[in-house]
């Protein structure tokens, strides 16, 4: 009942930007912390940045000053601009939610919720 729909990955080359967007749908009564995690060929899925409803982010060290992380509480939707990008930032990028939501008997449930999945690839 709750899915995350994520965009924006693709090629980018060292030192370029892409923006990350990552939207929840369902019939919501709130989303707490939302956040990014990835996972390069061969390695565990580790947190890149999260961000809880009033507005307070966590980093990875590898990221902090090169990635920012936003929401709009409204959208239901959380962002990542990731500037200098570099070849190790190479990963599939999944989106993470925590969902209260109404099931269709109308009973509120908590969700951790995830995206599919979106590649990005920094290689020149």
């Known amino acids: 009942q709750v899915q995350l729909v994520e965009s924006g990955g693709g090629l980018v080359q060292p030192g370029g930007s892409l923006r990350l967007s990552c939207a929840a749908s369902?019939?919501?009564?709130?989303?707490?912390?939302m956040g990014w995690y990835r996972q390069a060929p061969g390695k565990q899925r580790e947190l890149v940045a999260a961000?809880?409803?009033?507005?307070?982010?966590n980093y990875a060290d590898s990221v902090k000053g090169r990635f920012t992380i936003s929401r709009d509480n409204a959208k239901n939707t959380v962002y990542l601009q990731m500037n200098d990008l570099k070849p190790e930032d190479t990963a599939v990028y999944y989106c993470?939610?925590?969902?209260?939501?109404?099931?269709?008997?109308?009973?509120?449930?908590?969700?951790?919720?995830w995206g599919q999945g979106t590649l990005v690839t920094v290689s020149s």
């Open positions: 993470n939610a925590d969902v209260v939501y109404l099931t269709r008997h109308l009973q509120a449930t908590n969700l951790d919720a």
């Open positions: 961000i809880t409803r009033g507005g307070t982010t």
């Open positions: 369902g019939i919501i009564v709130t989303i707490n912390v």
